[in-house]
């Protein structure tokens, strides 16, 4: 008996120890296109170009569960400590709940005096559950810290269950037994239990649960009680051993162990996704000194100022420069007049410089994209593009055509080989040949680029004012894709 106890002690050592090894990062990144389902790739494109508040539901994988434990039979006797082993499939409708379909094997005995002939009876009961479970997570959602390592759950849910039982009376051999009422065959029963899962890895996971079964059967110990109505029903205790299933590059962990807050908090601690506007404090002239520090509050629109918002007076002479229509008046032409002319007569020369000054013309400046973030298509096996594809880039061609100063450089990669080089010529021909055809977008508009390091299922659309091909032949048409 010792050395068990001691066993069990060192299990717990090692599991602590491997808790302590879990995950602390926030599971997922609302950047990762990766994990987005097709479906919901418009709402992603929105929402990372600023044009939608929310980050879009990841794919999450779902959950193996293996367990066994000690079942009981509440009844009208005396009962055994049976057994009961379960096979569940838990999967996230959200960060809170979850469904979970179920199926059970409890095997109970027990016994007691029949009131009804005197004799002692004594029963066995082997059953199997078929059920689905809704379990509401409430230790998922914090404030106060990142995800969880362990998993509190109530359990409630409906089952169906057949019964085998046997009898034995007076010390007879177990015979079958057969309910005096044929339509109690039809078991039905409500759960009602809670859990605690612990992580030990990002993808296994340990759990307990206590979970009792209430029944419409009053006999499934063969005796009903003439001192009380109550029906029958199952407690059961167990530890059950959860596994994720799933790719890791196609989903996240769980819902239940990651905490949607998240992303509300890192964005509040050092922002990436926010536009936050710039700060304006009060300047009543907008002569960009404020008002806490301009010495002179009403200096008129346009006049250039001094660092604390006086006008200027280059020359000195007490006329402003917004006034003085002579700026760099020499000492000895002082005083001047009201436009800040002085006495001095003005050199021939000026007269012409200045003329030539007010007809020189300045180009103008180089136009520049501001066209902002544009979104990506993603393609799965082939170069062709989805109906949700065509939608994200009917989306693009209006951002497009209202940026008539911009390019956009059509993005692909894979170069890793022949045959993916020749996938990213095809995913991009077919991206500018949509945009062309069926939006209007001018061909001479878009650059051609595949065959660059980066994830071989996506197209990136790029603004840009750089030249470049829009018609890059095949680099390896004898590989070409059958769509």
């Known amino acids: 008996m010792a050395s068990k106890k001691y066993l069990l002690v060192a ?48 794919r999450d994988q779902w959950e ?15 009962n055994d400590v049976g057994f009961g082993g379960t096979i569940t499939l838990r999967k996230a409708l959200s960060h809170t709940f979850s469904v979970r379909p179920a199926f059970s094997y409890y095997s109970n005995s027990g016994g007691g005096i029949d009131n009804n002939i005197g004799l002692r009876t004594d029963y066995k009961n082997n059953s199997m559950h078929f059920g689905v479970d809704l379990l509401s997570s409430l230790n998922t959602i914090s404030h106060y810290r990142a995800n969880p390592k362990s998993n509190l759950y109530f359990i409630t849910g409906v089952e169906y269950f057949t019964t085998k039982i046997t009898q034995s009376i007076a010390g007879a051999p177990f015979v079958d037994y057969t309910h005096p009422n044929s ?35 009053d006999k499934l110990d063969t005796y009903n009680s003439p001192y009380g109505n109550g029906n ?25 162990w990651i905490n949607p807050n998240n992303f509300v908090y890192s964005e509040l601690n050092k922002p990436t996704h926010m536009k936050l506007p710039k700060t304006v404090l009060p300047d009543g002239d907008k002569d960009g000194v404020t ?41 000895k032409c002082f005083p001047v007049n009201a436009d800040g002319i002085g006495t001095c007569p003005e050199p021939a020369c000026c007269k012409e410089i200045r003329d030539m000054v007010s ?38 061609a209006a951002k497009i055509n209202a940026n008539p100063a911009c390019k956009v450089k059509v993005i692909g990669y894979g170069a890793s080989s022949k045959s993916a080089q020749q996938l990213s010529w095809e995913r991009v021909n077919a991206v500018m040949k949509y945009l062309v055809e069926k939006q209007g977008i001018a061909e001479s508009r878009l650059v051609f680029n595949y065959g660059q390091d980066g994830d071989v299922n996506t197209v990136d659309l790029l603004g840009t004012t750089e030249d470049g091909p829009n018609n890059v032949p095949a680099p390896h048409p004898n590989l070409k894709t059958k769509n």
Request: aromatic residues 8%.
């Open 359 to 396: 007809n020189m013309k300045v180009s103008p400046a180089a136009a520049e994209c501001n066209i902002g973030g544009l979104p990506s298509i993603q393609f799965k096996g082939n170069a062709k593009l989805s109906k949700d594809n065509e939608a994200v880039l009917a989306s693009a």
């Open 232 to 256: 029958d029903a199952w407690w059961y205790f167990g530890i059950k051993l959860n596994f994720n299933l799933g790719s890791k590059s196609k989903r996240v962990q769980p819902l239940w």
């Open 183 to 217: 339509s109690a065959a039809n078991n039905i029963g409500v759960n009602l239990g809670m859990g605690l899962a612990v992580k030990i890895t990002d993808g296994v996971n340990i759990a307990f649960e206590l979970k009792n079964t209430i029944t419409n059967n």
């Open 291 to 331: 008002d806490q520090f301009d010495l002179e509050p009403n200096t008129p629109a346009g006049a250039p100022v001094d660092s604390h918002g006086v006008s200027k007076d280059s020359d000195g002479d007490g006329v402003p420069d917004y006034k003085d229509k002579e700026l760099l008046t020499a000492q």
């Open 64 to 78: 193996l569960g293996i367990g066994a434990g000690a079942a009981v039979l509440s009844n009208d006797w005396t």
């Open 11 to 58: 299990a717990l050592i090692v599991l602590f120890q491997t808790m302590s090894l879990a995950q602390t990062d926030f599971g997922t990144s609302w950047r990762d296109s990766s994990k987005i389902p097709t479906r919901a790739l418009p709402q992603y494109n929105e929402f990372i170009n600023n044009q939608y508040p929310y980050p879009t539901k990841p």
